[in-house]
């Protein structure tokens, strides 16, 4: 099987950078993927990381390193509205299914 | 439509009875995934078609669980003989392709209340 371990909650201030992180134990593993998901709302995807190393989309980046099957979500500059759950998730087998961890609830304060 | 949507929004059944919620992804996309989330936990795979095929239903956990997708667009999950367990929030996503990596795309959610 495979699990997925994130803090659960992480609080940071108005502007500042968070890293959110993410160790996961599977088998066949292909990839990992960020989801944010507001209070209420439906997930949204943020990034895919199939290879080592850090992918950068705006004020968020995330990392994955394969041999320590670990990965990280690094944002920056944070607003009032990254407060949200945000989960890794990753790919395993054949076609897209995605595992998700249990989340990490983020509080961003002035 | 512009995203995927999910009817209907909330549903209250009685333990035992058949329940019936439906999916109309993205115009074009291939692929259509079920998941289904309790409160304070993530969203857990059920099944995911390509096309009008169920590519891996693994994750449906029993046979009361069925779903359907007959034209390859609209995906109806159904759940015989419900239990106060099966109460969560069923998501339905979908994906161009179904490539590992696409983007998921995910509706708002059907809320499930089984008395």
């Known amino acids: 099987g495979q699990s997925l371990e994130q803090p659960s909650e992480v609080t940071a201030v108005e502007g500042a950078i968070v890293q959110i992180n993410c160790t996961y134990q599977?088998?066949?593993?292909?990839?990992l993927s960020w989801y944010q998901q507001h209070d209420g709302g439906a997930p949204t995807f943020l990034s895919y990381n199939a290879l080592d190393g850090l992918e950068e989309t705006g004020r968020f980046s995330s990392f994955l390193s394969r041999s320590d099957s670990y990965g990280y979500l690094l944002l920056q500059e944070l607003q009032m509205k990254d407060s949200a759950s945000y989960f890794c998730?990753?790919?395993?087998?054949?076609?897209?299914?995605?595992?998700f961890g249990t989340g990490t609830q983020l509080k961003v304060e002035l | 439509g512009a995203g995927v949507s999910q009817t209907p929004s909330n549903k209250v059944t009685e333990k035992g009875k058949y329940v019936e919620l439906r999916c109309d992804p993205i115009?074009?996309?291939?692929?259509l995934y079920w998941y289904r989330q309790s409160l304070g936990q993530g969203p857990e795979f059920l099944i995911y078609?390509?096309?009008?095929?169920?590519?891996?239903d693994s994750g449906l956990p029993n046979d009361r669980f069925f779903a359907v997708r007959p034209e390859g667009s609209v995906s109806t999950l159904k759940i015989q003989r419900t239990e106060r367990g099966d109460s969560a929030v069923y998501l339905c996503?979908?994906?161009?392709?179904?490539?590992?990596?696409?983007?998921?795309?995910f509706g708002p959610g059907t809320r499930l209340t089984v008395l």
């Open positions: 599977t088998s066949g593993f292909y990839g």
């Open positions: 078609f390509q096309g009008t095929g169920a590519a891996d």
């Open positions: 998730a990753v790919i395993t087998g054949g076609g897209n299914k995605l595992t």
């Open positions: 996503a979908s994906s161009l392709i179904g490539g590992r990596g696409d983007e998921q795309f």
């Open positions: 115009s074009g996309h291939t692929a």
